[in-house]
């Protein structure tokens, strides 16, 4: 092998293992800062699909710990989240595990509620018991009651309150998430489910006033 290739492999081989490190958007986008708190900002957070399915719900580590995420997501006897966790089921709401001792009440987990658009995600709020979502619901009033052993985590059956929405309005949700290509693409199903949901969420409708005879 002349030394120009040997050379030209040798940068290949560099270049490979830069992509290799290079962190992921979502998988593994964030450190410990000096505070002690995983560094979150908009960035932290892309396309909900680039994250790893589970039943119904999204996970991902910020941290690289994905095997740890995984083996808890997957139990079926629930466990505690690794630090850096990232958990979404609908584009806009996501819980994220901080390092221990952050916050006893919410076990650690801070609360996102994003603005998500096809230019990307802003965080609207963020925090611990105190982040309320755009329908006025307390995140860790409802998480709260799941029982123990699933570390806040609701799915169906942990013993949260059940909210009045189907998986598929939830994969419909998911689908459609503005920021991943494709979104814009909606199936006859989807639009079928966001359909149901607008008509949920709609305020009832306003009685007609009694027209009163001069
Ligand atoms: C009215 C109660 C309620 C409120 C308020 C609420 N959630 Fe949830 N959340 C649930 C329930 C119930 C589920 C499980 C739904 C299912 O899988 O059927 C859930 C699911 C989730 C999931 C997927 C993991 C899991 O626990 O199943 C995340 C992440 C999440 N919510 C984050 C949030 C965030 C962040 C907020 C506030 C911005 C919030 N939620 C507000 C009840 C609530």
Known sequence: ????????????GFLFAFVALAPSATAAGAAIGADGKIA???????????????????????????????????????????????????????MVKQPKGFNAATKDWEFFELDV?????????????????????????????????????????HGCDPIPLTPAMFKALQNTDPRCPNSGKVSAEDAKALQALAALSAPPPIPAKPV???
């Open 40 to 94: 979150i900002s908009d960035r932290t957070f892309d396309c909900i699909s680039k994250l790893q399915s589970v039943r119904g719900f999204y996970v991902g580590n910020l941290l690289g710990d994905m095997q740890a995420t995984l083996a808890v997501a997957q139990s079926k006897n629930g466990g505690v989240y690794p630090v850096g966790s990232v958990i979404q089921l609908v584009p806009t709401e996501v």
């Open 117 to 157: 658009s096809k230019s990307g995600t802003k965080i609207a709020k963020r925090g611990f018991v105190e982040v309320v979502n755009r329908f006025g619901g307390n995140c860790f009033g409802c998480h709260i009651k799941a029982r123990p052993e699933w570390d806040l985590v609701c799915e169906t059956g």
């Open 212 to 214: 009163v005879a001069e």
């Open 1 to 12: 092998m002349s030394s120009g290739i040997r050379s030209a492999f040798r940068l290949l």
